[in-house]
């Protein structure tokens, strides 16, 4: 029996309650940021870590798209490399696509690579608080049959900051994306939030909003929305439109050095584009 996405967050969502319920957490650990499990492409960490991080994303097409529904699937790993305390290489997009649309065949293919740098230019420990200021580039080095390697490179400047009161958390992220060449790719908004409750080791839930605005329209097709975080179609069409996804999930610490996370989301509002909800599991990897 085919299960829907629906079906599939209200699974998932049963699951994080249930996981809510049997956890028991005596005392608190040393606090630590949750890191963000939604958005993985732009909503950077405000941690500044060695890093290694295996993701799949399972995302869900609405039928209103014109692929007529479908989903997509990646597979893909984050490196970020400490420097100093402060300082951090990060390579944020890689990996591979499955695209599997309702009215064309399916696809499958590498994705663009985007790596920067970011630096905590706050790092307040005492009153539990980082600012950490951030650019990456996107180069156009995947397979245009996934909607990859076309333009000649994106840049995103970013803002993001964690602020803890306690066992309550507080995470942003904002920035915009600069392409190159204006007519192949779109430039947009991103804005990202979580609110996290880091309860024990075990268990740190949190939920999230994540949301893009296009500033410029691009040549491509006469799309009213973007690709939301994965794809850049430079839709022409497209110019102030905002799309908004909502969601929860949680962090649990497997180890000292690893955690795992697990994400749901769901598109809110009008144009959904080809976002109508997805599914985000990640293992970090931190020395």
């Known amino acids: 029996m085919k299960i829907s996405s629906s079906q599939k967050l209200i699974s998932l969502a049963v699951a994080v309650a249930g996981a809510a319920g049997l956890v028991s957490c005596a005392q608190a650990d040393e606090l630590n940021f949750i890191s963000p499990v939604s958005n993985p492409l732009y909503f950077e960490d405000a941690n500044v870590a060695t890093e290694i991080r295996p993701l799949f994303i399972q995302h869900f097409i609405p039928k209103s798209f014109i692929t007529g529904g479908g989903d997509a699937r990646v597979y893909a790993v984050q490196l970020r490399y400490a420097v100093t305390e402060r300082l ?19 696809q499958d293919g ?14 307040d420990v005492e009153n539990h608080f980082m600012l950490t200021p951030g650019i990456k580039l996107e180069l156009p080095t995947g397979n245009q049959r996934v909607f990859q390697g076309s333009g000649s490179g994106v840049w995103d400047i970013f803002v993001s900051t964690a602020k803890a009161w306690d066992k309550i958390e507080l995470q942003a992220n904002v920035g915009v994306t600069i392409p190159n060449d204006f007519d192949k790719k779109t430039s947009l908004a991103h804005y990202s939030v979580q609110l996290g409750y880091n309860a024990c080791r075990w268990f740190k839930p949190f939920v999230s909003a994540n949301a893009f605005t296009v500033l410029s329209e691009g040549k491509g097709p006469a799309l009213d929305s973007e690709g939301f975080d994965l794809i850049n179609f430079g839709s022409g069409n497209a ?3 905002t799309q908004v996804a909502l969601g929860g999930g949680f962090r649990t610490e497997i180890t000292k050095s690893c955690q795992f996370g ?14 109508d909800s997805r599914i985000i599991a990640d293992i970090s990897y931190r020395f």
Do not use: C, M
């Open 110 to 123: 590498w994705a663009d690579l985007a790596a920067g740098i970011k630096y905590a230019l706050i790092r």
């Open 239 to 241: 110019s102030g439109q």
């Open 88 to 106: 951090a290489i990060i390579a944020t997009k890689d990996g591979f696509i499955e695209f599997n649309p309702k009215t064309i065949p399916h």
């Open 262 to 275: 697990l994400s749901g989301e769901v598109a809110v509002g009008h144009p959904k584009g080809l976002f």
